[in-house]
């Protein structure tokens, strides 16, 4: 059994073979190859745009991938969705499509572009958007560089952003989101049918999410007195801590893995309820 994945090349190239390291898998890419070596026999890889990963895997070129939502819904491609993977290519969570206009634009709101012309590089994302809301515009594909696009070439653009930061350089306002999206594992309907193969699918997943909830946690260690452990677990509330007792028959030992977000706030009480020994431990992987 060989299962031919398919690796996003561009925006999402390095940080889908950096979570794949983590998840265990050893992807080295060449510049000059399209086809990655990976270390496991069973899956051969290859190196395609996001933007045609779904169109491949619907074909049977390739038995899965990884693309966005967004790239699955512009090529209108008939694929199973196995899971969502939280990860774009700067950060660990979603970009967005928007509307957007120049700043001081009159552009208030989709319905003011009735009968405008709008460029993107969603064509079809664009128009279910238009139809959605009942507007008539003129829609044109860009080939990058969209940005620069508005006022003179067009009135509007739909465009990709993760922090809106390259928007706001070029002095463009969001009017509205078009779609939320975020990376998606796909299969070819055929492949996902065979056991072998989704038996396989569902491994690489499970490895790759493992990594992914991983992100926002840490694990913390501490000794605690057993008279002050009430007080302790009040801090940490429903964490499901696990609580060990120490050869001293008055300690206890707690493990508990938390957001890494309310160390600040959590730390501080632990030690003034009573914990000692606080140690944080890094967590790269959580398979539920």
């Known amino acids: 059994m060989e299962l031919t994945l398919g690796i996003p090349k561009g925006s999402l190239q390095?940080?889908?073979?950096?979570?794949?390291?983590?998840?265990?898998y050893n992807i080295k890419v060449s510049s000059r190859n399209y086809y990655p070596v990976i270390d496991d026999e069973e899956i051969s890889c290859?190196?395609?745009?996001s933007q045609e990963m779904a169109r491949y895997v619907e074909d049977g070129h390739l038995d899965c991938g990884l693309t966005g939502l967004d790239w699955i819904r512009e090529n209108r491609a008939d694929v199973v969705e196995v899971s969502e993977l939280t990860y774009a290519k700067a950060s660990f969570g979603k970009v967005k499509w928007v509307l957007a206009v120049k700043s001081d634009s009159p552009f208030q709101s989709v319905k003011d572009l009735e009968g405008k012309t709008i460029a993107t590089e969603v064509v079809n994302l664009t128009k279910d958007y238009l139809e959605a809301h009942?507007?008539?515009?003129?829609?044109?594909?860009?080939?990058?560089?969209?940005?620069?696009?508005?006022p003179e070439l067009a009135d509007?653009?739909?465009?990709?952003?993760?922090?809106?930061?390259?928007?706001?350089?070029?002095?463009?306002?969001?009017?509205?989101?078009?779609?939320?999206?975020?990376?998606r594992f796909i299969a070819n309907k055929a492949?996902?049918?065979?056991?072998?193969k989704r038996r396989k699918m569902d491994r690489i997943v499970m490895m790759l999410q493992s990594v992914l909830d991983a992100v926002p946690k840490t694990c913390l260690m501490m000794n605690v007195r057993e008279a002050d452990l009430?007080?302790?677990l009040d801090v940490i509330p429903k964490l499901n801590p696990t609580v060990s007792h120490l050869a001293k028959g008055e300690w206890v030992d707690i493990m508990v893995v938390i957001d890494k977000k309310r160390l600040r706030d959590v730390?501080?009480?632990l030690k003034a309820k009573g914990a000692t020994s606080i140690v944080e431990i890094p967590v790269s992987k959580i398979i539920a």
Do not use: C, H
């Open 134 to 150: 009942g507007v008539n515009a003129k829609v044109e594909f860009s080939w990058g560089t969209t940005e620069v696009k508005v």
């Open 267 to 269: 730390l501080p009480q």
């Open 156 to 183: 509007a653009i739909v465009e990709i952003t993760e922090t809106g930061a390259s928007l706001r350089a070029n002095n463009l306002r969001i009017i509205d989101t078009v779609l939320e999206t975020s990376t």
């Open 230 to 232: 009430p007080a302790i």
């Open 14 to 24: 390095d940080s889908t073979i950096n979570i794949f390291k983590e998840a265990g």
């Open 191 to 196: 492949a996902y049918e065979d056991p072998e």
């Open 46 to 49: 290859m190196l395609i745009r």
